[in-house]
T-cell receptor
Framework: EAGVAQSPRYKIIEKRQSVAFWCNPISGHATLYWYQQILGQGPKLLIQFQNNGVVDDSQLPKDRFSAERLKGVDSTLKIQPAKLEDSAVYLC???????????FGPGTRLLVL | GEDVEQSLFLSVREGDSSVINCTYTDSSSTYLYWYKQEPGAGLQLLTYIFSNMDMKQDQRLTVLLNKKDKHLSLRIADTQTGDSAIYFCAEYPKGTASKLTFGTGTRLQVTL
């Protein structure tokens, strides 16, 4: 069974530029999560989808971050405009359903200069 | 608070046992997890324990849960250099609206 796929794996941009990340969850997983992991810290949840609906986006900085999962499968996370403090690893995870075991992708490493 | 606490660093010799400790916060947590993160990689699920269990063993891994003290530990027997990584514990409080809350991670260094 294929795992969670993410792209790109690495991205370097300048501050105030835009960037988008893509995630393809494990087949059949209804719940999809985006996490931000700053160096030296554990992952922190940004947004959680159940199929194509948002369950929790309370920690998403909505003035610059947006995410969508239009068809209930793939998802994109966008940052516009990026700030220096957005430098982090962005992890996507999926689970069969709410409060089920989460499986993580390899992450996208973002460096904002 | 919502802090899951872990010690930052552990160094062991190859072949010895490693014990990584975690203190979680929510007594209603139904599942507690251990994830492994190697350099430049995502999080790999190692094992998990349901809150009505005291112990779970899976090959070289043993998880112990002390619900009274809200303490979770991961023991790795016969630690190998390939076990060098950051280990995160995480708790899932009860309820479908709950969030998986991670600790800050323990960096395990295995020396020859």
């Amino acid at each position: 069974e294929a795992g969670v796929a993410q792209s790109p794996r690495y991205k370097i941009i300048e501050k105030r530029q835009s960037v988008a990340f893509w995630c393809n969850p494990i087949s059949g997983h209804a719940t999809l999560y985006w996490y931000q992991q700053i160096l030296g810290q554990g992952p922190k949840l940004l947004i959680q989808f159940q199929n194509n609906g948002v369950v929790d986006d309370s920690q998403l900085p909505k003035d610059r971050f947006s995410a969508e999962r239009l068809k209930g499968v793939d998802s994109t996370l966008k940052i516009q405009p990026a700030k220096l403090e957005d430098s982090a690893v962005y992890l996507c995870a999926s689970s069969l359903g709410l409060a089920e075991t989460q499986y993580f992708g390899p992450g996208t490493r973002l460096l904002v200069l | 608070g919502e802090d899951v606490e872990q010690s930052l660093f552990l160094s062991v010799r190859e072949g010895d046992s490693s014990v990584i400790n975690c203190t979680y916060t929510d007594s209603s947590s139904t599942y507690l997890y251990w994830y492994k993160q190697e350099p430049g990689a995502g999080l790999q699920l190692l094992t998990y324990i349901f809150s009505n269990m005291d112990m779970k063993q899976d090959q070289r891994l043993t998880v112990l849960l002390n619900k009274k003290d809200k303490h979770l530990s991961l023991r790795i027997a016969d630690t190998q250099t390939g076990d060098s990584a950051i280990y995160f514990c995480a708790e899932y409080p009860k309820g479908t609206a709950s969030k998986l809350t991670f600790g800050t991670g323990t960096r395990l260094q295995v020396t020859l």
